[in-house]
């Protein structure tokens, strides 16, 4: 599942093309867009509002299933070290206000260069010494980065720019479009390879297993503390053995019928054909 | 699509760049990008980080250590008699990528710390040496020294600064086949060569990227070969399926490869850990059956029941006493009802 802030309409067309998204008409602002595997969000310019918009989405649709969130949009670049056009997988992100410095983890192979990134409050004209040579600027990479690492570990945070300016021009919706149009498969590419790496592996206990488990607990009326040590016991037994857990967690289910002693009984029963020999 | 390549990036912390070890280090890895940090603690201390992901691509973070050079030896790693027991911790972390290690509870992130400002860890050193009048310096731990000799020479230098201090005795860890590393070196009699050694179902199965257990014996052989203390730690004894079996099969094997009269000593400790670093190892591995088998808990440690420890020491012990005599078998348990 790709997770996506984007800042201006004209930056998110490119995208919700490519993934195939449409309008979530039960969300009016922020701009939602949804699909089978992909969510996007227009979040509108500055840190505060890309901030926001990550919280939303991530609140609203994060249980969509695992996947990346990242920023896509355009940045200016400074320097002579980089094209109009280029994706460049951003590494650093400053926030220029505070001086915070945010890192995303670089786990993910790809082919593009990579840039640091620096979140400005108000647009940088060139010459303005605000940021360094050879780094890129927005408005938004720090807010969304931010926000972002409130919800989801940093390894699945990634933030992508396409070089629109040389801070010397007054950009045009249809020109953002188009630079953005250029790069919108490459990024989804980026995005997508990504998270197919990052997928985390599956939990050891099958969804009825874990059913069974609760079910177990609830008629057995164990502590917190005792549905711990279970849980522990049957995730350990099914790594040791493979063995299909329902069958011993099963006659378990009944047990709310017979009284204490006979509970505890059947308890340490349980944990005696989990344990380890 | 695959991670990228361990390394890929190096981490400098402001103020580190000057140091000889970082223009080194980053000559060494010239394709990785260098990013620079304020402080290796914003990279290396963020929350919410997954260990295990990035263990399959590992970066590298150079900085400077500003205090606490070396730390007092904790009761869960042996003293081996001496008073004054510190170890250094140059680096955080290790290449390798064990189910059973601790620092993977220990630190937020897998990636590698490399404190460069190696002399203020020997000032530190002789400093200590002078206050103590003797020390016993762990200069292995919460890393593997060796198995990263080639990128940065930090067995070779410990070595050097021990060699004319007689008062010092220090011990490398290591579970690395490395010791072409530091074989032009002459030895001496107070650096000791440590290697951790475990049955080969052990080795394929939870210690990922340690090389096999031949590997290590033929390292530890050459080093026994060339004059080195060398020691053997079976540490963690783990209780595997059939361990008994393993065990003896790993001691015979190893003193197949090594003659006892050429080695050091031998130390044997059993499964522990800080309760707390296995409570957020388990969230992070939840594939290792070793990590989910029922420990007991005592005070703040985790480790085998009293009794099941007591059988598998005392296993062990005696199969070693067949080659060694006692008291070259150094036998740790942590302490009943510690509270480290």
């Not at chain 2, 000057?18 to 080194?24: A, H």
């Not at chain 2, 031949?214 to 209780?239: I, K, N, Q, S, T």
Request: charged share 20%.
């Amino acid at each position: 599942m790709l997770y996506l802030v984007v800042a201006l309409p004209c930056e998110a067309k490119p995208l919700t093309r490519q993934l195939g998204l449409v309008r979530d008409n039960d969300v009016a602002n922020p701009a939602s867009f949804a699909g089978d595997d992909g969510i996007l969000v227009v979040s509108g310019v500055g840190k505060a509002r890309a901030a926001a918009a990550t919280a939303f989405m991530l609140a609203r649709y994060g249980d969509r299933g695992p996947g990346v969130v990242a920023n896509v949009g355009v940045c200016g670049a400074t320097g002579n070290v980089h094209e109009i056009g280029q994706l460049l997988v951003i590494n650093r992100i400053r926030d220029h206000g505070s001086d915070r410095l945010f890192l995303p983890d670089m786990l993910y192979r790809h082919s593009c260069p990579e840039a640091a990134l620096t979140t400005c409050d108000q647009p940088v004209q060139s010459g303005q010494s605000t940021v360094g040579a050879g780094s890129v600027v927005d408005m938004e990479g720090a807010g969304f980065f931010e926000a972002a690492a409130m919800f989801v570990p940093a390894d699945l945070i990634i933030c992508l720019k396409v070089v629109s300016d040389f801070l010397d021009e007054d950009l045009k919706a249809a020109r953002v479009t188009e630079l953005m149009a250029a790069q919108a498969g490459p990024a989804v590419d980026i995005l997508r390879g990504a998270a197919a790496a990052a997928h985390a592996p599956e939990p050891p206990l099958t969804p009825a297993e874990q059913e069974a488990l609760s079910i177990a607990a609830e008629a057995l009326r164990l502590s917190v503390t005792q549905r711990h040590m279970l849980q522990q016991l049957a995730v350990g037994y099914k790594l040791r053995t493979s063995q299909n857990l329902l069958p011993i967690l099963e006659p378990c289910h009944t047990s709310d019928t017979i009284d204490k002693q006979a509970r505890l009984a059947r308890f340490d029963d349980l944990r005696r054909q989990l344990a380890p020999a | 699509m695959p991670h990228t390549t361990n390394f890929s990036h190096i981490y400098v912390e402001k103020g580190a760049g000057e140091y000889p070890d970082t223009q080194q280090i980053c000559r060494r890895f010239s394709q990785a990008q260098v990013v620079a940090v304020d402080d290796y603690k914003h990279m290396f201390n963020r929350p919410n980080q997954r260990f295990q992901a990035q263990k399959r691509s590992m970066k590298l973070i150079l900085a400077v250590k500003k205090e606490q050079f070396l730390y007092p030896g904790s009761g869960r790693a042996p003293d081996f008699g001496h008073d004054a027991f510190y170890y250094s911790a140059q680096m955080f972390n290790c290449v390798y990528n064990c189910d059973y290690c601790y620092l993977q509870g220990k630190y937020a992130s897998a990636n590698l710390v490399i404190f460069v400002n190696h002399e203020d860890y020997i000032a530190a050193a002789d400093e200590r040496l002078a206050a103590a009048g003797g020390l016993y310096l762990g200069v292995s731990y919460d890393t593997d020294l060796l198995a990263f000799e080639n990128v940065l020479p930090l067995c070779r230098r410990w070595i050097e600064f021990a060699r004319p201090r007689s008062n010092l005795l220090i011990e490398i860890r290591t579970k690395s086949a490395n010791f072409d590393a530091i074989a032009d070196l002459d030895p001496i009699p107070n650096a000791v060569l440590a290697w951790t050694l475990s049955p080969a179902v052990v080795s394929g199965q939870y210690e990922s990227r340690t090389p096999p257990l031949a590997a290590r014996l033929a390292a530890a052989r050459e080093a026994v070969a060339a004059g080195w203390p060398v020691r053997v730690c079976f540490d963690p004894v783990l209780r595997i399926e059939n361990w008994r079996e393993r065990y003896a099969e790993l001691i015979d094997s190893t003193f197949a490869a090594l003659s006892p009269s050429g080695l050091f000593d031998c130390y044997i400790g059993s499964f522990r850990m800080n309760a707390d670093y296995l409570k957020r190892i388990r969230c992070q591995r939840q594939g290792s059956d070793l990590l989910h088998f029922p420990y007991t808990r005592q005070g703040k440690t985790v480790g085998y029941a009293d009794d099941q420890e007591a059988e598998m020491l005392a296993f062990v012990g005696q199969c070693l006493s067949t080659y060694l005599p006692a008291d070259k078998i150094i036998v740790h348990r942590v302490p009943p009802g510690n509270n480290l």
